[in-house]
């Protein structure tokens, strides 16, 4: 059974560049397109970007300019840079797998989540 | 981008009633439309799919419909542990987005 853990700083201050990790464990990275979600406190769900593992990403247009996800299949891990950071990007962090080769499936199954704070 | 919206935002309900909550595209997202539960400090859980296929382990009394533009949730029967707050998501073109959500209190 695969399964997702993110892994990051919990602080990062105003104009830094949040980075975060997701490992995946039991399954491979081969096949499918990996996906961060983000949620602000007592907020809904964004979408931030994914990348197959061909290595093709794509963005949300409204974070495009600072974002960039990477993949490291020898790790079987893969990452999310966000870029000069604001109190607005405070939220938890998810990643999340969705199927290939078509990107119309549903995110399944997803990290614990992990909180980041923007905060000096 | 395809807006989602649902109704109601909320709603307080009893052990054993039929809920049903609506999601709405701005525009045709044909099936591609997936139900999640979150609850308080859990990450999303996948309930539905395709917009009426149950994923594997999920109790039958949860059920999906729609196509299109409109699309239901709905809850045959609510259980205590069905307290949470559920997210319709569009995943039939990036930028992937969700609905604002329908909190259910028990």
């Known amino acids: 059974q695969v399964q997702l853990q993110e892994s990051g700083p919990g602080l990062v201050k105003p104009s830094e560049t949040l980075s975060l990790t997701c490992t995946v464990s039991g399954g491979s990275i081969s096949g499918y397109y990996w996906n961060w979600i983000r949620q602000p406190p007592r907020k809904g769900l964004e979408w931030i970007g994914y990348?197959?593992?061909?290595?093709?990403?794509n963005y949300n247009p409204s974070l495009k300019s600072r974002v960039t996800i990477s993949l490291d299949t020898s790790k079987n891990q893969f990452s999310l840079n966000l870029s000069s950071v604001t109190a607005a990007d405070t939220a938890v962090y998810y990643c999340a797998r969705l199927e290939g080769p078509d990107n119309v499936g549903p995110f399944d199954p997803w990290g614990q989540g992990t909180l980041i704070t923007v905060s000096s | 981008d395809i807006q989602m919206t649902q109704s109601p935002s909320s709603l307080s309900a009893s052990v054993g009633d039929r809920v049903t909550i609506t999601c709405r595209a701005s525009?045709?997202?044909?099936?591609?439309l997936n139900w999640y539960q979150q609850r308080p400090g859990k990450a999303p859980k996948l309930l539905i799919y395709?917009?009426?296929t149950l994923q594997s382990g999920v109790p039958s009394r949860f059920s999906g419909s729609g196509s299109g533009t409109d699309f239901t949730l709905t809850i045959s029967s609510l259980q205590p542990e069905d307290f949470a707050t559920y997210y319709c998501?569009?995943?039939?073109?990036?930028?992937?987005?969700f609905g604002p959500g329908t909190k259910v209190d028990i």
């Open positions: 395709a917009a009426f």
């Open positions: 990348i197959y593992y061909y290595g093709n990403t």
């Open positions: 998501h569009q995943s039939y073109s990036p930028p992937f987005t």
């Open positions: 525009r045709s997202i044909s099936s591609y």
